[in-house]
């Protein structure tokens, strides 16, 4: 999965080429001169020792940072090149010095090798879309629970096996990605997040869900591929906003009739499971407009699907034996 980052990094090499400001003389609330605006002094000398420390001397702050009046709002560091290597280099540590730009509204450390993170990178608590995904990370600290303004927290292709209870002070909180973890549950503080629309936990080793999960009566996408449920779990069936259900490659042995109590639902994949019949209230989802489930133990799915949907009413279906699809087919199937 990591190929997204190799074709991210082009981006940022074609980035500002600003020449480096020399800061370090100056107070933190002094304001210095970046390209054509005037910014906080403080702000680029925390963005400078962040490059310096990963060896990046030679990336400007103007490359990474956007500055809205005098503080630096966005910064993204993900797949930087240098110009004497035009390879990307991968941070690997980020210093405590992060904790200074508080005026930052998104932060992208993506596609990188950071083990863990700075005490201070907590003290962001203006943060509303914070991105982690594809690093080495073990452990998600409590203090997460602190950045209660996010929006969007990317957490994919880590090591994490846990998520800790205080996710659930994330109550601004509208898409969560724990995708290709180490996971096999979640905190019953999850159903804190009633603004969450969407939830990816693809490849990872869930066994269910927790039932307070009734509550994220917002939540439209749930992505749970690649895992050992045994079951639907049952908390599922009572989220009526829901649009798109990925359930492939589980060990699902059974479609039940609560199926028929998801109105909205637009996708439904199920292939690669132990299911051996469909219910005729697979028929209620008028909304249906794409469903697999191939490679599943239906005797004749042809047969059953055509009794289930005697015209197939527009439904876009997928019932016979195919290759394995890639990750990124399966990222282009989810909207």
Same mark, same amino acid.
């Not at 697979?282 to 407009?289: C, E, F, G, Y």
């Not at 239906?298 to 059953?304: A, C, E, Y």
């Not at 949907?309 to 290759?323: D, K, L, Y």
């Given at each position: ?37 005037? !910014?906080?002094?403080?702000? !680029? ?15 400007? !702050? ?14 993204? %560091? ?68 602190? #950045? ?14 846990r998520v800790p209870a205080s996710i659930g002070s994330l109550t601004q909180l509208e898409n969560l990605e724990l995708e290709a973890n180490a996971l096999v549950g979640l905190p019953e503080e999850i159903g804190n997040l ?34 050992? #449920? ?11 906003? #829901?649009?798109? %259900? ?18 909205? #639902? ?41 009794? !289930? ?27």
């Amino acid at each position: 999965m990591r190929w997204i980052c190799w074709l991210l990094s082009p981006l940022l090499f074609l980035g500002s080429s600003c020449k480096r400001a020399d800061t370090d003389s100056e107070s933190p609330n002094q304001l210095v001169r970046l390209g054509d605006q005037e !910014v906080r002094a403080g702000d !680029v000398q925390a963005i400078r020792k962040i490059l310096d420390e990963n060896g990046l001397f030679d990336i400007s !702050v103007g490359r990474v940072a956007t500055f809205e009046g005098e503080r630096a709002t966005e910064l993204t %560091l993900i797949g930087l090149k240098s110009s004497e290597k035009n390879i990307p280099e991968s941070l690997r540590s980020i210093p405590r010095e992060i904790g200074a730009l508080d005026g930052l509204r998104k932060l992208d450390l993506s596609c990188n090798e950071i083990p863990e993170l700075p005490d201070t990178l907590w003290d962001l608590t203006g943060l509303r879309s914070l991105k982690l995904g594809y690093n080495q990370l073990k452990v998600l600290p409590e203090e997460v629970g602190q #950045l209660r303004e996010l929006e969007n927290l990317s957490l994919a292709t880590n090591h994490l096996t846990r998520v800790p209870a205080s996710i659930g002070s994330l109550t601004q909180l509208e898409n969560l990605e724990l995708e290709a973890n180490a996971l096999v549950g979640l905190p019953e503080e999850i159903g804190n997040l009633t603004r969450l629309k969407s939830i990816r936990l693809r490849d990872n080793a869930m066994t269910g869900l927790p039932a307070t999960m009734t509550s994220l009566t917002n939540l439209e996408s749930v992505n749970l591929m690649s895992n050992n #449920l045994a079951e639907i779990p049952p908390v599922l069936f009572e989220l009526s906003q #829901l649009r798109t %259900l990925y359930l492939s490659r589980n060990q699902i042995a059974s479609l039940p009739a609560e199926i028929g109590r998801l109105p909205l #639902l637009e996708s439904l994949v199920l292939d690669h499971n132990r299911i051996e019949s469909v219910p005729e209230d697979l028929r209620l989802l008028s909304r249906l407009d794409y469903f697999t489930i191939q490679e599943n133990r239906i005797p004749d799915v042809k047969k059953t699907i055509k009794q !289930v949907f005697p015209s197939h009413r527009g439904v876009r279906m997928t019932i016979e034996p195919q290759a394995t699809p890639s990750k990124a087919s399966e990222d282009d199937g989810e909207a």
